[in-house]
Structures are given as structure tokens and as C-alpha cells.
């Protein structure tokens, strides 16, 4: 019987084609749009963990309550041992210390006069050490418009941008003029050796980068952190994981009673990125959602016309002996079947889309030039192990919707005026 | 003569709603049938004929009265009763043939078996024999586009036929046919009265049919002006 229905349904082009068109073209959209979405907020979040929040942070407790203003002074001391301890319980993670710090920089003249200065966004990161990963991290060999990365002590590299507002050379010499841990001056000299460019707004206006070490010394900071990173070794963030790492670490390390011990936060915890992480989650919901919608009222119309044509067929079943359960059901099996098969290709046109978005991305820096968001210029599909699956939700859903409400007309309708559509 | 009666119809009427009011199809009808008849239900368009034999095939229910067919009662079957009822012991012809188009012949009489549950191998020999009894078996592996008018309608007898039902309705049969492939196919169905017998009953204004016919039943706005039994009025010409 089976085997019968199938058949038919194989000849009837009508019956097969254009559902499956439908499904096949829903159904790609679908991935494809999933992907993309999950590309975006991935590539979103991509760049908040390399250049801000890690995959986990560790922190002492009252850094965190004012993590807004960076306050050094709360930093956590002995940050080797933390990150030693850190590495030992999670192999699999890489840690790394950073300083972030406000101050005033300053381009002497020939006399060593104030010739220009502006207020920077301080970031001591580890520039020497081999197995950082914080050059690849933050992308620095790539966004090195001018000069090159430092490579000892007393160098400096400068956003492009804030250079150019302070007339200042490669090889030029600056002075930072910022406050050390215990909040007296600090002053250091530094020489610039290279200018970068992020392609984001929110780093390009005031940056400027040094080595961690030499941060340290000028702040005062020796051995100590106001920002210890994690990362995954595979570079991506995985928040289950995250969440379990954060739980252990906590559990292990945390006391409330003491405010300078220390805590950690997943990425998901920092930055209101919870927010945007549950954002993606439900738009990506609502597509699927009118996606559903959308191709459950086509194909309940194409099911409507399709069973008007067949109404007779159905008369006839009846007539033979069929009851109207076992049409139902074999309607609907056929539009399982139609479901599955639309799911399957359309599934593979979404992926191939997809992929190809995912190798080259689409480039969006014309139309983010002046965004002050951390955001990526190049957005790029991101092909999760949901999209394999999800076309098959509104592939199946929608023909298994729109066949039982096209079909409930056959429950609605007298066996006798089924029948009678013979007539016709 | 001693034949076991297979439909009792007593006072049945059929009111169908039209409006605000019914119209009454189907008048107070007493008829019973016995087995092995061929029987016409005659009588202008519009007399009830095929409402008739849409309550006899448990298609649809009378509004009073009662129809027995195959010692059912039509009006208490469920839905699923009446399937049954059609799909063991009840053949269907229609006016227009009603072939599934996307099947071949020896699919389209298959059909009924399938419903059946019928094991493969008996259900072969049975479609190729009822194929065989309308002449069609060269054209076994045609689609219903590729054949005649006749032809279609005999493979709808052979669909009707292939489950040997004890009963089989036939709406208006020779309608779309030319008078050659009218006498073709009613050759053929009084073979099979004869050989299986079948109960035929027709519901038809085709003076063709009445030739064959051995009773005539004639219907007039719903109700039944004549009852004859032919071998009897040859018998006495
Ligand atoms: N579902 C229905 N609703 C309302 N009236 C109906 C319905 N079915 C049939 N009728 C009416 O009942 C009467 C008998 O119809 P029926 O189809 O039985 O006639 P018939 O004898 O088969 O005619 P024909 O020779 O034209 O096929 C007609 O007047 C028809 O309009
Ligand atoms: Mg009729």
C-alpha cells in the first residue's frame, strides 16, 4: 500500500514538484538565514572575546563591582601563580594577564616642551612572550598600518587615527602620563614603532599598546592584574563549556569574604553579551518561526488546490472501501514524505550558500564606517551543527500543517458529496 | 423461485436540505433485491436514482427508514463500518470511469486488493483475472490516458469485479459510450452475473441497458412507479 502511495506521488508531478519546490526553496532560506544570523552574532561576539571579555575573565571581586572605571587599585596580586594555578585545572585553556589604563599621552617638541596630547585608552598586553597568542588574538600583524609590532621594552604602537591627531612619527618619542596602582603619578617614556588601524571605531579613536611587562613597571603593577583572559585552545567560545569552567573555578577559588580574591566570568556573564547571546537565540526563533508560517500558507493553498484536484481521487478511495482515517493518514504521510525530501535539498542549497558566505564573507565597512559599536567590517555565515537540522523543522512542520488543514475538508465534507465530485 | 434477498429497503426516505426547507429525493422506497439479479433503476434525470444507490452503498444515509444491505444496517454503520462494508463486499461503477491517472491498469484494479491486505501473490492472480475477464490484457501496463472510452470503463468493471464482491452498483455505466462499447461492457457484466453471480444493479436511462435488464425498477420524483420483472413478461409474450 505503501509502496503504491509512493508511486503515485512519484508520477504526479503536481502532487510532488511543486510542494517540494516550495519546501526546497523555504527551507534554504532558512538555513542560510540561520547561518548568516549565527555568523553575525558569532563574528559579534568573536571580536568582544579577543579584544575584551575572553572566553572567561578573572578578576578580583571588587574590580568587578567597578569594572566600568578600570580600577587598578583593585587589581589582583601575584597574577602568575593565579594563571599557573588556572592552566594547571584547565589544560585545555590558554590565560593571560591585561592591563587596561586611562592617561594623558604626550608629544614633546625639540625642547622637550608639551607640543600635543590627548587621553588614551591604555592596553598592556603580552607582546613577547611566544605562546601569549595575543598578537593573533587581537589581529595586530593585520591592523599594522605603519612601522612594526614592538618588539622590547619602551616601545609603544598607536592608533593611526589618534597619531595623526598628535602630528606624531614613527620613531617619535611620547611620554604616558597616567597613575600607578596606589594612585601616585606614574610617568614612562615611550618611542612609537608602529601605527594599527582595527577597523573598529571603538579602539581606533585613543588606543594605544604596550607590552605587559613594561605596563606593569609604569603602574606600578609588578606581578600584579587587573584582567587575567582565558581562551579555549581552539579559539572558539563554546558557552556550556564556559559555564562549567566558571563553576569550578568559582568554586575552587572564590571567597565572598574577601574582596580581592578572585572570580570569574564566562564571556556570556560580561558586557550585556548575555543579552545579545539570548537576542540571537530568539531572532534566529522568530525566522524559523515566519518561515514556518510563511510556507505552511503556501502549501496549505497548494494542498487546498491540490486536494480540490483530488477531491475526486479521495471520492473514489472512499468509494472503494477506504476509510477516511486511512486517507487522512495517507495524505499525510505524503507530506511527510514531500517534507523530508524539500528539507533534504533545501537543506544542501542553504549549506552550499552558506558556505560559500562563511569562506568570503560580505564586507559591510562602507556602511559601519562611523560606528562606535565593537563590530567586524567582514560579516561571514557560521555554519553550527543546528543548521544541519533546523531546515527540517519549517520543512516538515509546514507540509504536515498545510496537508491536515487542507485535509480536514475531507472530514468536514459527507462521504456522499466526496463522491459526488466523481460526478463532476 | 427461491433466492435469498441481499437488500431489503423499507419506507425509506431521503430529504436532502435546500434552503430553509428539504427536498424530499427519495419518497417512501420498499424494494428488496435477491442475489444474482441484474437489476435497472430507471427514471428521468433528477428522480433519485443515484441517491438511491449512494444509500445502498452505504455512502450516505437515509433520513427515515431503513436500507439492509448484505444484512447491514445503513443507517447505524460508523464510518469505518461502511468502509468496510464498500471495501469487502461492494463494487462501484461510475459514469465517468474514475481511473486513478497516474496508474496503470493493472494498478488501478489492483487497488481495491491493496486495501484488502491481500497476500501478493493471490492478489496477482486476482487482478490478472479480472483483467482477463474484460478483455484487456494487452493493455495491462497502459495509463488510463492511453485508452479508450470503452476500454476505460471496462477496466472499471474489472476494479469493481476484482474482490469478487457480492454486489456491485454500477451509476449510469454506458453513458460516455458509443453503442458498440456499450454492448461490449454489458456483455461483459452479464458474464460475470452469470458465471459469479454477481448482483448487478444499475441506475441508467440508456435504452441500451434495458435490453439486458431482468428487472426494471422505475422511479419517479423519489418514489417507485414500477416494479417489472422481464423473464416474466417474455415468458408471458
Ligand atoms: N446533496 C444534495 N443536496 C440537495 N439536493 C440533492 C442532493 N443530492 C441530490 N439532490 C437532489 O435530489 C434529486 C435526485 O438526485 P439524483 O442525483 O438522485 O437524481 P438522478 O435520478 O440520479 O438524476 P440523473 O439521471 O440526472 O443522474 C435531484 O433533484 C437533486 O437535485
Ligand atoms: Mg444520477
Request: net charge negative.
Amino acid at each position: 500500500m505503501i509502496k503504491f502511495l509512493i508511486k503515485g506521488l512519484i508520477r504526479d508531478r503536481n502532487r510532488s514538484m511543486f510542494p517540494i519546490l516550495t519546501v526546497t526553496v523555504g527551507v534554504s532560506l532558512t538555513v542560510l538565514i540561520h547561518c548568516w544570523v549565527t555568523g553575525i552574532f558569532s563574528d559579534m561576539i568573536d571580536v568582544n572575546a579577543r579584544f575584551s571579555t575572553g572566553h572567561v575573565k578573572i578578576m578580583s571581586q571588587s574590580y568587578l563591582e567597578n569594572i566600568d572605571q578600570s580600577p587598578n587599585d583593585l587589581a589582583l596580586m601575584n597574577a602568575e601563580d593565579i594563571i599557573a594555578e588556572a592552566e594547571s585545572i584547565f589544560s585545555d585553556m590558554n590565560f593571560t594577564t591585561r592591563i587596561r589604563f586611562g592617561g594623558l599621552l604626550d608629544a614633546p617638541d625639540e625642547n622637550g616642551e608639551t607640543r600635543s596630547q590627548g587621553t588614551v585608552m591604555g592596553l598592556g598586553i603580552d607582546l613577547f612572550s611566544t605562546n601569549s597568542g595575543e598578537i593573533d588574538r587581537m589581529n595586530i600583524q593585520t591592523s599594522l598600518m605603519a612601522g612594526e609590532i614592538p618588539n622590547e621594552s619602551g616601545e609603544i604602537l598607536i592608533s593611526k587615527e589618534f597619531a595623526d591627531n598628535l602630528e606624531v612619527k614613527l620613531g617619535d618619542p611620547v611620554t604616558l602620563i597616567s597613575s600607578t596602582m596606589y594612585g601616585s603619578m606614574a610617568m614612562q617614556n615611550f618611542t612609537v614603532v608602529g601605527m594599527v588601524e582595527f577597523g573598529m571605531s571603538a579602539m581606533d579613536r585613543g588606543a594605544i599598546i604596550i607590552d605587559l611587562a613594561d605596563a606593569q613597571y609604569a603602574l606600578d603593577m609588578v606581578d600584579a592584574a587587573s584582567e587575567i583572559v582565558g581562551y579555549f585552545d581552539d579559539g572558539i567560545y563554546e558557552d556550556e563549556q564556559a559555564q562549567l569552567v566558571v563553576k569550578d573555578y568559582n568554586a575552587r577559588f572564590l571567597d565572598v569574604t574577601d574582596e580581592f580574591s578572585p572570580i570569574m566570568q564566562s564571556l556570556r556573564q560580561q558586557n550585556q553579551l548575555d543579552a545579545m547571546l539570548s537576542y540571537s537565540e530568539a531572532m534566529i526563533g522568530i525566522i524559523v518561526f515566519i518561515f514556518v508560517l510563511a510556507m505552511s500558507i503556501v502549501l496549505w493553498n497548494a494542498g487546498l488546490l491540490g486536494g480540490i484536484r483530488r477531491y475526486g481521487e479521495y471520492g473514489l478511495r472512499l468509494a472503494i472501501g477506504e476509510n477516511k482515517g486511512h486517507v487522512f493518514r495517507s495524505m499525510i504521510s505524503e507530506s511527510v514524505a514531500i517534507g523530508i525530501a524539500g528539507s533534504f535539498i533545501g537543506s544542501i542549497i542553504g549549506l552550499g550558500f552558506a558556505l560559500y558566505l562563511q569562506v568570503y564573507g560580505f564586507d559591510v565597512s562602507q556602511f559601519t564606517q562611523k560606528t562606535t559599536m565593537m563590530i567586524p567590517n567582514v560579516y561571514r555565515a557560521h555554519i553550527t551543527p543546528v543548521a544541519y537540522y533546523i531546515g527540517f523543522v519549517p520543512g516538515l512542520f509546514s507540509t504536515v500543517l498545510g496537508t491536515a488543514l487542507s485535509g480536514i475538508g475531507i472530514y468536514r465534507r459527507k462521504t456522499a458529496d466526496l463522491f459526488k465530485e466523481l460526478e463532476t | 423461485m427461491e433466492k435469498s434477498s441481499i437488500i431489503e429497503i423499507n419506507n425509506l426516505i431521503k430529504r436532502f436540505p435546500v434552503g430553509g426547507g428539504f427536498f424530499t429525493a427519495l419518497d417512501d422506497i420498499n424494494l428488496s433485491f435477491s442475489k444474482g439479479e441484474f437489476t435497472g433503476i430507471v427514471g428521468p434525470s433528477g428522480s433519485g436514482k443515484t441517491t438511491l444507490l449512494n444509500i445502498l452503498g452505504s455512502l450516505d444515509v437515509p433520513t427515515e427508514g431503513e436500507a439492509t444491505v448484505l444484512d447491514k444496517k445503513i443507517s447505524t454503520l460508523s464510518h469505518k463500518q461502511a468502509a468496510q462494508l464498500r471495501n469487502g463486499h461492494i463494487g462501484f461503477i461510475f459514469q465517468t470511469y474514475n481511473l486513478l491517472p497516474v496508474y496503470t491498469v493493472y494498478e488501478n484494479v489492483e487497488f481495491p486488493l491493496l486495501l484488502l491486505k491481500m497476500p501478493a501473490r493471490e492478489r496477482e492472480k486476482a487482478v490478472q483475472e479480472a483483467i482477463e475477464w474484460v478483455g484487456l490484457t494487452d493493455k495491462i501496463k497502459s495509463k488510463p490516458a492511453q485508452l479508450s472510452g470503452g476500454e476505460s470503463q471496462r477496466v472499471a468493471i474489472a476494479r469493481a469485479m476484482v474482490k469478487k464482491p457480492e454486489l456491485v452498483l454500477a451509476d449510469e455505466p454506458t453513458a460516455n459510450l458509443d453503442s458498440e462499447n456499450s454492448h461490449h461492457i454489458l456483455r461483459t457484466m452479464e458474464k460475470l452475473n452469470n458465471d459469479l453471480n454477481t448482483t448487478f444493479i444499475f441506475a441508467t436511462h440508456d435504452e441500451k441497458v434495458m435490453s439486458y435488464l431482468k428487472r426494471i425498477i422505475r422511479l419517479e420524483d423519489g418514489q417507485v412507479v414500477k416494479d417489472d420483472w422481464m423473464e416474466l413478461k417474455e415468458a408471458a409474450s
